[in-house]
């Protein structure tokens, strides 16, 4: 088995807005990520400081605790 090739920058913002905060980037977002006008870090710094992701954590916690 070989690994998958590595993804595009498309791709990339794509997989991390939908795992960190369940929802797909707004086009603006993807287009200036593709344009390599923001870096990966503050990409994911920026998702990790958003409500959603609070939410979407908050979420999984309820669930845990049946409320």
């Given at each position: 088995?070989?690994?998958?090739?590595?993804?595009?920058?498309?791709a990339?913002?794509?997989?991390?807005?939908f795992?960190?905060?369940?929802?797909?980037?707004t086009?603006e977002?993807?287009?200036?990520?593709?344009?390599?006008?923001?870096?990966w870090d503050?990409?994911i710094e920026?998702?990790l400081?958003?409500p959603?992701?609070g939410e979407?954590?908050?979420r999984h916690?309820m669930?845990?605790?049946r409320?």
């Amino acid at each position: 088995m070989k690994p998958s090739p590595e993804a595009d920058r498309r791709a990339l913002i794509r997989r991390a807005y939908f795992d960190l905060v369940g929802l797909p980037p707004t086009p603006e977002e993807v287009a200036a990520f593709v344009a390599d006008d923001t870096s990966w870090d503050q990409v994911i710094e920026e998702l990790l400081a958003s409500p959603q992701y609070g939410e979407r954590w908050a979420r999984h916690w309820m669930d845990v605790a049946r409320y």
